[in-house]
């Protein structure tokens, strides 16, 4: 917490930072989980510009923002140290906003242009072999259940197909209507970061699931409810919550013996990993797979690659004769 006698951000700050977050809003159509990250940076950032006296943007200097940013990483004044990765979207944020002031007009310089922000370890997302996804899938339950709880375990199977057999992120598989899907052609548009959309081939096994689940079982479950149009809906006949699949996602792992804690815990976006290390690995162009992810720059998906690569040195160094001295 900031000390009770730490002094209010000046007024034109606060107009800075409003404006700011509402062209993130209108323009770059960032998500609300975003925003309230940004949010939160920036009203730490405030705090740190009011308690050295600074009243407006045109008076911060390249120090002020230096400063700042090492304070997050070593923590102080109540809060603790952040994480690299907590600390460089911090500093995305402070950055952001000294471009956008510089762009309105608000300050004759960007303060934050020749400071850089720390660089996370890059991690490779991790990706389970396909007998585990296979697992996983088949543990979630039959596409051919019957009786009380097939409702279910119906939408369950189809979540965990679609989620691996389309890449979608969490909240773009409970984000989709039964009108974004095409049955025939066998695709579904699936609406991704900033506002961008995408059509997406649904596989055999996922169209499967899903025939089987909208029609046996989502119909039942939507007449409990209100009527939504989303594609996956809770036992209450609401849209499904991205809290929700997570659960699915989980309780399945846990009951198909893959770790659900720790660093190897299965996650919805292990199942997007799978997804694209398994094209790759099946000779898939790093630019289609880019197009099928969503991503906006090739650069993002090429990290799936060095995944690949190492695949490819493992079974190099055990099949090779003379792969080692």
């Not at 700050?13 to 770059?28: C, I, P, S």
Request: aromatic letters at 4%.
């Amino acid at each position: 917490m900031v000390p009770a006698a730490a002094p209010a951000p000046a007024p034109a700050l606060l107009r800075a930072v409003r404006g700011y977050l509402d062209h993130l809003t209108v323009e770059r159509g960032l998500s609300a989980n975003t925003l309230a990250s940004y949010r939160r940076d920036l009203d730490r950032y405030l705090l740190t510009l009011a308690a050295a006296g600074v009243t407006d943007l045109a008076s911060v200097g390249p120090t002020d923002v230096e400063g700042h940013l090492a304070a997050l990483r070593a923590g102080g004044d109540g809060y603790p140290p952040l994480a690299v990765s907590s600390a460089a979207r911090a500093a995305s944020a402070v950055r952001g906003l000294h471009r956008f002031a510089l762009r309105e007009g608000l300050v004759g310089a960007d303060a934050s242009r020749d400071v850089k922000p720390p660089t996370p370890p890059r991690r490779l997302p991790r990706a389970l072999p396909v007998d585990d996804v296979v697992r996983l899938l088949e543990t979630a339950g039959s596409v051919r259940a019957a009786g009380d709880g097939a409702p279910l375990t119906l939408r369950d199977r189809a979540l965990l197909e679609f989620l691996y057999g389309t890449g979608a992120r969490i909240s773009e598989a409970v984000g989709a209507a039964v009108d974004d899907l095409d049955q025939t052609e066998g695709t579904v548009l699936l609406r991704g970061k900033g506002g961008r959309s995408r059509l997406v081939p649904v596989g055999g096994y996922a169209a499967e699931a899903l025939r089987a689940y909208l029609v046996r079982a989502r119909p039942g479950l939507v007449a409990g409810g209100r009527g939504t149009p989303a594609v996956f809906v809770n036992a209450r006949g609401g849209p499904l919550s991205r809290q929700g699949a997570w659960t699915i996602l989980r309780r399945t792992a846990e009951r198909a013996g893959l770790p659900v804690d720790g660093p190897a815990a299965v996650s919805p976006h292990t199942l997007r990993h799978s997804y694209a290390t398994h094209l790759l690995d099946g000779g898939a162009d790093v630019r289609v797979v880019q197009e099928l992810l969503g991503h906006a720059s090739v650069t993002t998906t090429q990290v799936y690659t060095l995944v690949t690569v190492e695949r490819l040195r493992e079974v190099w160094a055990t099949a090779h004769p003379r792969a080692y001295g």
